[in-house]
């Protein structure tokens, strides 16, 4: 029998559980407890990396990862709870602009909405993003109730989130994904 120096040892006790786990592609899930619409319900969450720099726990009963198009700067997030005929869906892109200020972003999008819906709310207590300065507005059309949310991932970095889903399912579905988005990591 072969005998290994100490270092060499100690180096292959602390490869083997790396390497036992390096193709494990089991996700990592967790059951927490939300309050959607004044009730108590437990869902099962999986830690998401995002294409765009990020990461967070969604639940994936309600929101699927859609393939990404080529060139496209955005994740797109779809339910598969569709009321027919319409598009429950949370859209999350990554900007970046040099000398592009956070107050500059959100009067952009702010003055965006305005363009787009005729109205844009303001939302007030921002504070979903784990500590990253953050606005957010809501628009309503026809059809649709529309949130949008920016977060100020670092300097001239920015993170838009916007929650897309018809009137009927907007208290339902809108908590939902906020509740979600209240896990956002910027990496």
Request: glycine residues 6%; proline residues 4%; aromatic residues 14%.
């Given at each position: 029998m072969r005998?290994y120096?100490?270092?060499?040892?100690?180096l292959?006790v602390l490869?083997?559980?790396?390497?036992?786990?390096?193709g494990?592609?089991?996700?990592q899930t967790?059951?927490?407890?939300?309050q959607?619409?004044?009730?108590e319900?437990?869902v099962?969450t999986?830690y998401?990396?995002?294409?765009k720099g990020?990461?967070m726990?969604?639940?994936?009963?309600y929101?699927?990862?859609q393939?990404?198009?080529?060139g496209?700067?955005?994740?797109?997030?779809?339910?598969?709870?569709?009321?027919?005929?319409?598009v429950?869906?949370l859209?999350i892109?990554?900007?970046?602009?040099w000398g592009?200020?956070?107050?500059q972003?959100?009067e952009?999008?702010r003055?965006n909405?305005?363009?787009?819906?005729?109205?844009?709310?303001t939302?007030e207590?921002v504070?979903?993003?784990n500590?990253?300065r953050a606005?957010?507005?809501?628009?309503?059309?026809?059809?649709?109730?529309?949130i949008?949310?920016l977060?100020?991932?670092?300097?001239?970095?920015?993170y838009y989130f916007?929650i897309?889903?018809?009137?009927?399912?907007?208290?339902?579905?809108?908590?939902?994904?906020?509740?979600?988005?209240?896990?956002f990591?910027h990496?």
């Amino acid at each position: 029998m072969r005998k290994y120096p100490a270092p060499v040892l100690l180096l292959f006790v602390l490869l083997i559980p790396l390497c036992l786990h390096a193709g494990d592609a089991t996700p990592q899930t967790r059951q927490e407890i939300i309050q959607i619409e004044g009730m108590e319900e437990t869902v099962t969450t999986t830690y998401t990396q995002g294409t765009k720099g990020y990461a967070m726990w969604i639940d994936t009963d309600y929101l699927v990862l859609q393939p990404e198009d080529e060139g496209s700067d955005i994740d797109v997030y779809v339910s598969p709870h569709v009321i027919p005929g319409f598009v429950c869906e949370l859209l999350i892109t990554r900007w970046s602009a040099w000398g592009y200020s956070f107050e500059q972003a959100i009067e952009d999008t702010r003055q965006n909405l305005m363009e787009n819906y005729g109205n844009a709310n303001t939302l007030e207590n921002v504070d979903l993003f784990n500590g990253l300065r953050a606005g957010g507005f809501y628009s309503i059309d026809r059809k649709y109730t529309l949130i949008t949310y920016l977060a100020e991932a670092e300097a001239e970095v920015f993170y838009y989130f916007t929650i897309r889903c018809p009137h009927e399912a907007a208290e339902g579905f809108a908590s939902r994904v906020i509740w979600m988005l209240r896990s956002f990591e910027h990496h």
